[in-house]
């Protein structure tokens, strides 16, 4: 239909894609027709929503933290999926713990995940997407890359490091017609959110309290913003990071 998003470049992987925030990429990817493989440790939760989002989605076990496997995965998807053209970097692992109290293998398991592991996939996929000379990334931040939020110092940390990464690569692959950007979700509701805000009735109040849009974000909000970012529409947009957070990062 007319002032439909098209897709070019080929296949779309989405970390973390068997619930919450990547499941909701993962759909929005597959409904506007492109292959989706979706990755997480966990082989039943892949397998229920491969169920849920229909055949255009597939799963591939694997675990970014183990960053040395992820060109293994992106040497299998485009063997049996085919070329990989998108990748969004959703997987991460949250920590909320004052900093005083954050060990040494605190640090080491959150930045595993949300920087070694990212770097990795995508380097895997940005050295097949050269040779293509067209792809695009999107890097899953957070509020807590934009701003200071307290009791969450390594996530933060790693967070703010992705839109350091983003821009460093936007730069360095632009030449090869990779494109890379990054999506700051707003405090969103899904599992993820609610466990971290268990039991602290003052943050949570805190939060929505200054939400312009006075109302969490929905998971689709966070699909919306990523499938823009990488389909053709978008060819002139590479370094952005957009916040989408119901005006939580202006507002008061």
Same mark, same amino acid.
């Given at each position: ?12 992987? *989405?970390?973390?894609?068997?619930? %919450?925030?990547?499941? &909701?990429?993962?759909? !929005?990817?597959?409904? #506007?027709? +492109?292959?989706? @493989? ?22 591939? *076990?694997?675990?970014?933290?183990? %960053?040395?496997?992820? &060109?293994?995965?992106? !040497?299998?998807?485009? #063997?049996? +999926?085919?070329? @990989? ?40 996929? #940005? ?126």
């Amino acid at each position: 239909m007319a002032g439909a998003l098209t897709f070019a470049a080929g296949a779309c992987i *989405v970390t973390g894609g068997a619930s %919450g925030i990547g499941k &909701a990429i993962a759909g !929005a990817f597959a409904a #506007a027709g +492109v292959p989706v @493989v979706i990755t997480g440790r966990n082989e039943e939760t892949l397998r229920r929503a491969c169920d849920d989002l229909g055949e255009d989605v597939v799963f591939r *076990v694997s675990d970014v933290d183990d %960053g040395d496997a992820q &060109a293994d995965l992106v !040497a299998d998807v485009e #063997a049996n +999926v085919g070329p @990989v053209g998108y990748l969004v970097n959703n997987a991460g692992r949250h920590l909320k713990k004052p900093f005083v109290e954050t060990r040494g293998e605190d640090f080491d398991a959150v930045v595993a995940t949300n920087l070694r592991g990212v770097f990795m996939l995508t380097r895997a996929c #940005a050295e097949r997407m050269r040779a293509r000379r067209r792809g695009a990334v999107v890097m899953i931040s957070s509020m807590s890359g934009l701003m200071g939020l307290s009791s969450v110092p390594v996530y933060s940390l790693t967070k703010t490091g992705l839109l350091g990464l983003t821009r460093s690569l936007a730069s360095e692959l632009g030449a090869d017609g990779i494109r890379v950007n990054a999506v700051c979700p707003g405090f969103i509701d899904t599992p993820m959110f609610r466990t971290a805000v268990q039991g602290d009735a003052a943050r949570l109040a805190k939060i929505t309290g200054r939400i312009p849009l006075q109302e969490l974000g929905d998971p689709a909000d966070i699909a919306g913003a990523c499938l823009y970012l990488c389909s053709d529409q978008a060819r002139y947009l590479t370094g952005v990071t957009l916040p989408v957070d119901g005006g939580f990062s202006i507002g008061f």
